[in-house]
């Protein structure tokens, strides 16, 4: 079956763009997370979705950070303001619930210039 | 807070021989630890859980211990083979409650034939 997708796979935004960036997680999955990787470094929890209730967004850096799940399935992720700290890539997860395996899309690489 | 140390960044090993990559961390034991795979413009890849009240599990040539004692994770890979170079991820729940994860760094693996 199909996996995690997410879209774009690549995103340029000068300083001050919003940007959106779109979830596609596996069927039938009721949680799903958003993580930021800076380069070299492991995944960071940004927000939690069970279903379409945000249960944990204490991981959002700041109030530019959005994220929405509105049908319980597919899940986007806007930044208003980029900012050059920004860059990064943004990876999505989903699993069956939330103490067990984390399926990965391949991740957004974003970069503000 | 929860911290995660993997001690090495990089391990170079020859083909064959069996890889042992460490994860450390501070705190609170939690209920559960995972590794996870991830290779370059990838996102991560589940390998293995590992629960609290479970000292050792096997998956092919993979083998994971758990010792809450030390406060220790040990990832082994035996036989190790070239295709089996990557960066390998260790992950756990923030605190009791915890809904998603935090990585460590990771360790890079390097096999040589």
């Known amino acids: 079956g199909a996996g995690v997708s997410q879209s774009p796979r690549y995103k340029v935004a000068k300083r001050g763009q919003d940007v959106a960036l779109r979830c596609d997680p596996i069927?039938?999955?009721?949680?799903l997370f958003w993580y930021q990787q800076a380069l070299g470094q492991g995944p960071e929890f940004l927000t939690y979705f069970q279903n379409e209730a945000q249960l944990d967004k204490s991981g959002l850096p700041s109030d530019r950070f959005f994220a929405e799940r509105p049908e319980g399935s597919v899940s986007t992720l806007k930044i208003q303001r980029t900012q050059q700290e920004d860059s990064a890539v943004y990876l999505c997860?989903?699993?069956?619930?939330?103490?067990?395996?984390?399926?990965f899309g391949p991740g957004t690489r974003l970069t503000v210039t | 807070s929860q911290k995660i140390e993997q001690n090495s960044e990089a391990l170079n090993i020859q083909e064959g021989k069996t890889a042992t990559l460490t994860c450390n961390y501070t705190n609170y034991s939690p209920a559960y630890l995972q590794w996870y795979r991830q290779d370059p413009g990838r996102g991560p890849v589940f390998l293995l859980l590992i629960r609290e009240n479970e000292k050792e599990k096997r998956k092919e040539r993979l083998k994971v211990t758990f010792d809450t004692t030390l406060k220790q994770s040990l990832f082994h890979i035996t036989a190790s083979q070239p295709a089996d170079s990557a960066t390998y991820l260790c992950a756990l729940p923030p605190n009791q409650a915890g809904t998603a994860l935090i990585f460590g760094k990771g360790t890079t693996l390097s096999v040589s034939s």
């Open positions: 997860a989903s699993s069956f619930d939330r103490e067990y395996e984390q399926y």
């Open positions: 069927s039938g999955h009721v949680s």
